[in-house]
C-alpha cells in the first residue's frame, strides 16, 4: 500500500507532461531513482529496468518500445527506469557503463542481464517468459493440454517420481533455457502415455498452429540426459521442417541457409489461411530435407522493406502468391523467378536448379555507368569483378552512402587522391553506392565509408584502411602497400 501511495506524484507528473496518445503506456514504466530503488524494486517478483540517460540516441529509440512493453505486461512484470544523468550512484553500483543498460530484477535483486530484442514485441515475449518457475508443473492431463496449447512450442519433461535424478538435471537446464523456450514436467510417467511414453524421457511438442502432415508434432528425446544434450536436442527440433520466421527469430534461422516463402501468412486471425500455403510448400520441401537447406515461411508484409531491398520486389509483385527466396548464410541471394503454382511443379523445379548449381544469383546493382572517364571510377555491383578483381591493377575501393556526411567530407579529398594518382597506369581510385548496390562477399560493410584496397594477387583478401582521411595519409599506405611503386602526377611527386 505504501509504494503506491509513494508512487502518486511521478504517475501525475507523467500525466501532465505527456500528450494523451503517450499517457496510457507511459505511466506503466516505473520510474525509480536512489531514494526509492531498493524499497520499490523489491515489491516486484520480476522487474525488467532501463538504465538510460535522456541524450542517448538509442535509449530515445527504444523509449516508445520499452512503454509499448510496460503496458503489455502490465499485471506480469514490472517495467522501470533509471535515469543515471539524475541518478548516478544507483547506477554504478549496477555497474551501468553504457547506455541503455537493461537488467532483469527478482525481487530488487539484480538477477540477469537482458540479452533479448528491443522491439515492444520482442521485450513482451522475453519477459513473459522471465515469470513464474523455470519449469511448470503439471499434475493432471488437462493441465499437459493446456501447457501445450500454445503459440509456441512446449518442452515437457515425464518423470517418475519427484526424487528422479533426471528431473533435478532437467530443472536444472530449464533455469538455464527459460528465457528462450517453454518448460513444464511431470512427475506422473502416466501423462506421457498417450504419446508412446513408458520411461522418463524429454517430450518436445510444436505449436499446434503449425501441425502438418508432414512431420510429428511431438518428439521424443532418446539421449542421455544432460544440459547439453537437451540444449541440442531442442535446437534440433524445435523447428521443425518449416517454421514461422519472425522479425524476432529471423537471425537464429539465417546460420543456416534459409529458403522463405512469403506471403499474407496471419497466423493470429487466419491459421487455415495460413496454413493453406504452408502445406502446398511443405508438399515439396519435405522431399528436399536432410540436403542442407533448411525451409520457412513468413508474413510477406513484415519483410516488406527487406524483400524491397535485398531482392529488388517490386510492390506489386506476387499479389497472393508465396513469393520464394533463398538466402544463404554466406550472403548469396536467389530469387524464384516462376510464378508459385498449386502444385508445387514452380518450386521443384526452382529447388531442383538451386541443388544442380544452375541458379544465377540475385545481385542488386546499379546499371553500368556508359561513361566512366573521371579520376575516381564509378564501380556498381555487376562492374566490380571487372573493375575492382583486375588481376592487373591495385584498386582502392571506397564503399559509400549518398547520404553519409562523412562521405561528402570524404569526396574532394578522395578526389584529389585520384587526380594525384590518374598518370599511374597500376592503380585504381575506385567508389561504390553500397546502397543501391549489394557489397560482394568478403568485404565488411557496416558503416560509410568504409575503404578497401585490393591490391594484384590477392584480391580474395582486400585488405581494410584505416588510416587517417588526408590525401597524405592515403598516399603513405598505397606507398607502403602497392605493388608498384606509385607513379605521381601534379605537384605531389616530390614524395
Ligand atoms: C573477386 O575475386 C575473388 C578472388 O578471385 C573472388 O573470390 C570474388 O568472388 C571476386 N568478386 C566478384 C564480385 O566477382
Excluded at 520411461?199 to 511431438?218: A, I, Y
Aim: glycine share 6%; net charge negative.
Amino acid at each position: 500500500m505504501a509504494a503506491a501511495v509513494r508512487l502518486l506524484p511521478t504517475v501525475t507528473f507523467a500525466l501532465l507532461s505527456a500528450f494523451p496518445a503517450a499517457v496510457s503506456s507511459r505511466r506503466d514504466v516505473l520510474e525509480l531513482g536512489h531514494a526509492d530503488f531498493d524499497y520499490l524494486a523489491a515489491e516486484h517478483e520480476t522487474m525488467l529496468v532501463k538504465f538510460y540517460a535522456p541524450w542517448c540516441g538509442h535509449c530515445k529509440k527504444l523509449a516508445p518500445e520499452f512503454e509499448k512493453a510496460a503496458t503489455r505486461l502490465k499485471g506480469t512484470v514490472q517495467l522501470a527506469k533509471v535515469d543515471c544523468t539524475a541518478h548516478s550512484e544507483t547506477c554504478a553500483r549496477f555497474g551501468v557503463s553504457g547506455y541503455p543498460t537493461l537488467k532483469i530484477f527478482r525481487y530488487g535483486r539484480d538477477s540477469a542481464p537482458y540479452e533479448g530484442p528491443r522491439t515492444a514485441e520482442g521485450i513482451y515475449h522475453y519477459m513473459k517468459k522471465q515469470t513464474g518457475p523455470d519449469s511448470v508443473h503439471l499434475k493432471t492431463e488437462e493441465d499437459l493440454k493446456t501447457f501445450v496449447n500454445n503459440y509456441d512450442a512446449s518442452i515437457v519433461g515425464v518423470f517418475s517420481g519427484p526424487d528422479s535424478s533426471l528431473l533435478a538435471e532437467y530443472l536444472k537446464a530449464a533455469g538455464l533455457l527459460r528465457e528462450q523456450f517453454r518448460f513444464a514436467h511431470t512427475t506422473d510417467l502416466k501423462l506421457g502415455e498417450e504419446h508412446g511414453v513408458t520411461s522418463e524421457t524429454v517430450l518436445l511438442f510444436r505449436p499446434p498452429r503449425l501441425d502438418n502432415m508432414f512431420e510429428d508434432s511431438v518428439v521424443a528425446f532418446t539421449d542421455y540426459l544432460t544440459i547439453s544434450s537437451l540444449r541440442r536436442f531442442v535446437r534440433d527440433h524445435i523447428y521443425g521442417l518449416c517454421p514461422h520466421m519472425t522479425l524476432e527469430n529471423r537471425d537464429r534461422l539465417r546460420v543456416r541457409d534459409l529458403l522463405t516463402a512469403y506471403y499474407d501468412l496471419d497466423y493470429h486471425h487466419n491459421i487455415r489461411g495460413s496454413n493453406y500455403w504452408r502445406n502446398r510448400v511443405m508438399k515439396v520441401v519435405s522431399k528436399y530435407a536432410r540436403r542442407g537447406l533448411t525451409f520457412s515461411v513468413a508474413n510477406k508484409k513484415d519483410f516488406l522493406s527487406e524483400l524491397e531491398d535485398d531482392f529488388g520486389l517490386g510492390t506489386s509483385d506476387g499479389g497472393e502468391l508465396p513469393f520464394i527466396t533463398i538466402r544463404s548464410k554466406l550472403g548469396h541471394k536467389y530469387t524464384m523467378r516462376e510464378e508459385f503454382t498449386r502444385d508445387g511443379r514452380s518450386l521443384e523445379r526452382f529447388l531442383d536448379d538451386y541443388f544442380a548449381g544452375r541458379l544465377k544469383s540475385y545481385v542488386k546493382s546499379e546499371p553500368v555507368p556508359e561513361r566512366n572517364s573521371a579520376a575516381v571510377k564509378v564501380v556498381v555491383a555487376e562492374s566490380f569483378d571487372d573493375i575492382v578483381n583486375d588481376s592487373d591493377k591495385d584498386v582502392l575501393i571506397q564503399f559509400y552512402s549518398p547520404s553519409c556526411p562523412h562521405c561528402k567530407k570524404l569526396e574532394p579529398v578522395y578526389r584529389e587522391l585520384a587526380d594525384t594518382l590518374y598518370s599511374d597506369p597500376n592503380i585504381v581510385i575506385a567508389k561504390m553506392n553500397a546502397v543501391d548496390n549489394d557489397v560482394p562477399p568478403g568485404y565488411d560493410v557496416q558503416g560509410y565509408p568504409t575503404i578497401y584496397f585490393a591490391p594484384v594477387g590477392k584480391k580474395d583478401e582486400p585488405i581494410r584502411y584505416e588510416g587517417g582521411r588526408e590525401v597524405q595519409d592515403f598516399l603513405k599506405f598505397l606507398k607502403r602497400e602497392a605493388s608498384h611503386s606509385l607513379a605521381f602526377s601534379g605537384s605531389k611527386d616530390e614524395l
